[in-house]
């Protein structure tokens, strides 16, 4: 089969298209004939080499793919060949053919594309993983999402909505802003040139948010943990500004707040699967009844992955980039 391989440089330019043997699916796996793949931040870094495979994963790229079964291997009876479906994957999805456990799976949504569907898992997975399970997020609550444009923060929009919380974002620029409102968030504030922390107090009259899904970290952190209201709850999925910052705990414990985070790529077989029944279960009816709503800003060919990762590490995009692999 044909994969996108990437050389020791890391740069984008180094993305070329490869030949591999093709995957056969272990107990309990699928084998995907891969029509799209979902491009995300994540694969840049493993691009770059800053973000490692768990060892038991293909080094290939790609966390997301929609395609149809091409072949099933033991003990997997949900699927059957030919069946068009989307996929969590722990590596591999820039390739023809990718394997995924069964139990990571998911019918297309009716209504949705496959490139659509491509661009659902990654997101989906991990605004459910943190907001729902960790951060317990709940109607009536607020919610602001750093880097509101991304693929995660639109997902983490929509996700609110469902819940009946409210979504304040952060992007970076006035597109962006205006973008994200009409796509459901109840605020958006452009962070070049307004001050987060002034706008969200103006927009809550006081009050502050109850939860804070952060990507950036750094400088964001005290200023993340001054708009917490009591009980809130910060959830770390990225430290696009850094990891380190001195800051004062004391409103951490006079809040009685909580700090957590979470990766989605090292979490057993077992979570993610549990992850992807509170999926199809609360979130596909939503896509298929067409209250929720996905964006694909870009799909690229295959033999243009370097174009796709470059946009990417631009940040001009809003929403998703796809691959299209066939
Ligand atoms: N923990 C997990 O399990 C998990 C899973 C998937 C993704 N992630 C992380 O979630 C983030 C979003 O992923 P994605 O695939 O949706 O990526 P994406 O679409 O490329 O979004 C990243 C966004 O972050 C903003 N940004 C970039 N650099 C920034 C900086 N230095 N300071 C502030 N904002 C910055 C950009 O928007 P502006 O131009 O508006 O600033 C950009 O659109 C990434 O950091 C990714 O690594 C984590």
């Not at 006081?206 to 939860?211: A, L, S, T």
């Not at 910060?234 to 985070?261: C, H, N, W």
Request: net charge neutral; aromatic share 8%.
């Amino acid at each position: 089969m044909k994969f996108i391989a990437y050389g020791p440089s890391g740069t984008p330019e180094s993305l070329r298209v490869a030949e591999a043997p093709t995957p056969t699916p272990a107990v309990g796996d699928i084998l995907i004939e891969v029509h799209y793949a979902g491009v995300n931040r994540p694969d840049v870094m493993q691009r770059m080499g800053r973000y490692a495979p768990p060892p038991d994963a293909s080094p290939i790229l790609g966390l997301e793919v929609a395609g149809h079964v091409a072949a099933i291997g033991a003990e997997v009876s949900q699927w059957q060949v030919g069946d068009a479906v989307c996929a969590l994957v722990p590596g591999g999805g820039y390739a023809q053919f990718c394997v995924a456990p069964a139990r990571h799976a998911l019918p297309i949504p009716s209504g949705l594309s496959l490139v659509q569907a491509a661009g659902l898992p990654e997101n989906w997975f991990t605004v459910w993983a943190n907001l729902i399970d960790m951060a317990g997020l709940r109607s009536g609550e607020r919610l602001l999402i750093h880097g509101g444009s991304s693929g995660i923060g639109l997902a983490a929009i929509q996700l609110a909505r469902h819940v009946g919380a409210q979504a304040i974002v952060t992007a970076g620029s006035d597109e962006k802003v205006r973008f994200c409102r009409d796509f459901g968030a109840a605020e958006a504030i452009n962070y070049r040139t307004e001050d987060f922390v002034l706008r969200t107090q103006e927009f809550t009259a006081g009050r502050g948010v109850d939860v804070v899904l952060d990507m950036v970290g750094g400088s964001y952190i005290p200023r993340n943990i001054s708009l917490l209201r009591r009980d809130g709850r910060m959830v770390f999925i990225a430290f696009l500004q850094g990891s380190r910052y001195e800051i004062d705990f004391m409103p951490v414990m006079l809040k009685r707040l909580r700090v957590t985070g979470s990766t989605m790529r090292p979490r057993s077989v077992d979570e993610k699967a549990a992850i992807r029944d509170a999926l199809a279960r609360e979130i596909w009816p939503g896509f298929e009844a067409g209250r929720l709503q996905t964006h694909v800003f870009a799909t690229f060919a295959f033999d243009q992955a370097s174009d796709a990762h470059r946009l990417m590490e631009s940040s001009r995009h809003i929403g998703k980039i796809v691959l299209q692999i066939r």
